[in-house]
Structure formats: structure tokens, C-alpha cells
């Protein structure tokens, strides 16, 4: 079951057109890696998720969340987490956050149960009775990813939910993600961090001047690739690297990552390594990784 379809969408601003024709499919139980490439006018992301989050009305095309038109309506089952911070500072924050799961629907004892919940698992609990303005922005983070999540929408959207937050609290909202997603839970992920998407999501979406350039199934689109890096570790000469068949080279540490012409023989770079002096500890032919694939389309796009 699709929760979220757009098609043919478009949203201009005065002379800038934001989004362009986008078309998109988030099934349901699934985390839509949503990618885009950042420039003057932005990518389109933030513009897009407003529409379907119905802040926004697009210029052209329709939007259905759940099966239905997007209104006031459809809105009610999304948890949304804007990468600006939109909270009211002066407010302590268990109360704030009771606030918003009331806005949500949630009686006051239920709402404030589950702020209590929510503030323990993330360590906040000594700070409940702080003022948002108070926190640090890592905490300050947190809470809007509680006030995101409290009322158990049955999708939610997260424009870059790891800012500010240190590796200890971004491995804990991803745990998070994944357990909500268990759960039956749709979520549209918008990130930087190609490696969360890479790690998380189910399918991916890339978005560039507005366009959508790239979408479908992740695991899909990286075998459409096919395994065209070698990740290399020796020691001694490195001069067999600069063979024909190598189009490119990343290099880190004792290790390399060498990106291979379509239809070359990656055991020819073996053979010339052994033959050069290198002592080989690792050699392994890998798909590419989504960062090499995103550079790759929005460089051609």
C-alpha cells in the first residue's frame, strides 16, 4: 500500500521554481531516504515535504496521503521534525512537550506519561522542568524529535533529524526509527548523511533543481551499478594503480578504493599488484557506494 503519492508536482516561487514534475511512491512500513543536492536555490526537499505536510499547495499536480487528497485531514497522521527549530523556547519542556501531544489529540495523564517515557529514554528527565531555551542544541533536538513522535502517527517525516545531536545520540534516535518502523510505521528520512541512508532505508529518492532524478528501491538501484569498485589494502608500491582500466582512485590510509571502466577485469589489477611488489591484505570487488552514485547522477544530471 503506497502512503504517499505525488504526481507531477510542481512549486514556484516569483521566477524560481523549487520542485518540477516530481513523482513519488512511499509504501508503507518502509524509510524513504529523501536526497538532494544543495545549491542557491536549495533542491527541493524542504519545499516538497511542506506540500505533503499540506503547509505548502502545489502550483501543479495532486498529492494523496493515505489514499487521500492532501489537507487539514491527512495532516493529522503525519509527525513532522522541520530541520528549523520551531519550538517555544520559554516553555518548560515536559509541559511543552504535553502541549503538542494535546494538540495531537492525546489527553493530558496520557500525554504527560508518555513525555515522561520519552524524556527518560533520551536522558532528559532531570531537565523537564528546564525552559527549552535552557538546552543545549543536542537537547534541544531531542525534544523536538519527542514532540515529532508522541502522538504515534502512523507516518513521520524528519528533515535532518541527527543535526546537533553527538554519535552516542544519533545511533539512539536511529535505533528509534527502526524500532517504529517494526512497528508499522512510515517514515521519510531527509538527510546529508549518505551513510544513514545507506545503513536505514528500504528505497531512496533523489531530488536536483526541483527534479527527481533518482527513485526506487535501494538495494535495486545499487545492483543496477554492479560491482565496479575494488577496495584494496596493501603496503609497499602503489604504481599498479595507474592502469587504464581505473578510472578513479580514493585513497585512506593503508587502503585505497579503486573505481573500475565498465567491463574491466578487476583480477587484472591483482595480477598487476602482486607483479608490482604490494603485499595484497585485502582485495574486494564492492557495489558503489550511495555517496559515488549520488555524485555520479547529480554530476550528469
Not at 535552557?134 to 524529535?145: A, E
Not at 560491482?227 to 602503489?238: C, L, Q, R, S, Y
Not at 585512506?252 to 602482486?274: M, T, Y
Request: charged fraction near 20%.
Amino acid at each position: 500500500m503506497e502512503v504517499i503519492s505525488l504526481e507531477n508536482v510542481t512549486k514556484s516561487y516569483d521566477s524560481v521554481t523549487a520542485v518540477s514534475g516530481v513523482n513519488l511512491r512511499v509504501r508503507q512500513g518502509t524509510i524513504l531516504g529523501l536526497l538532494g543536492l544543495l545549491g542557491p536555490n536549495g533542491a527541493g526537499k524542504t519545499t516538497t515535504i511542506r506540500m505533503v505536510t499540506n503547509i505548502l499547495v502545489p502550483d501543479e499536480g495532486s498529492i494523496h496521503v493515505l489514499g487521500q487528497p492532501v489537507s487539514d485531514e491527512t495532516k493529522k497522521s503525519i509527525g513532522y521534525l522541520p530541520e528549523e527549530r520551531g519550538l517555544y523556547p520559554r516553555m518548560q519542556v515536559r509541559a511543552l512537550i504535553v502541549f503538542v501531544a494535546a494538540l495531537h489529540g492525546l489527553a493530558e495523564p496520557e500525554a504527560d506519561r508518555r513525555a515522561r517515557e520519552w524524556l527518560d529514554r533520551f536522558g532528559l528527565g532531570e531537565w523537564s522542568e528546564k525552559k527549552l531555551n535552557d538546552l543545549s542544541k543536542g537537547m534541544q533536538q531531542k525534544v523536538q524529535f519527542i514532540t515529532a513522535v508522541i502522538h504515534q502517527p502512523p507516518i513521520v517525516i524528519l528533515d535532518e533529524p541527527f543535526s546537533g545531536l553527538d554519535p552516542v545520540n544519533a545511533a539512539t534516535v536511529k535505533d528509534i526509527m527502526l524500532e517504529m518502523q517494526r512497528q508499522g510505521t512510515t517514515i521519510v528520512l531527509s538527510t546529508h548523511r549518505m551513510e544513514q541512508v545507506e545503513m536505514m532505508c528500504d528505497s531512496i529518492c533523489l531530488i536536483n533543481h526541483g527534479r527527481n532524478i533518482l527513485d526506487g528501491d535501494l538495494r535495486t538501484i545499487k545492483q543496477s551499478y554492479g560491482k565496479n569498485t575494488v577496495h584494496i589494502t596493501f603496503t609497499g608500491p602503489d604504481g599498479f594503480l595507474n592502469q587504464p582500466s581505473i578510472t578513479a582512485v580514493n585513497r585512506f590510509g593503508a587502503g585505497v578504493e579503486a573505481k573500475l571502466k565498465p567491463g574491466s577485469d578487476p583480477q587484472e589489477i591483482l595480477r598487476a599488484a602482486v607483479q608490482a611488489g604490494a603485499q595484497i591484505t585485502r582485495f574486494e570487488l564492492l557495489e558503489p557506494s550511495l555517496n559515488e552514485i549520488f555524485i555520479e547522477r547529480t554530476t550528469h544530471a
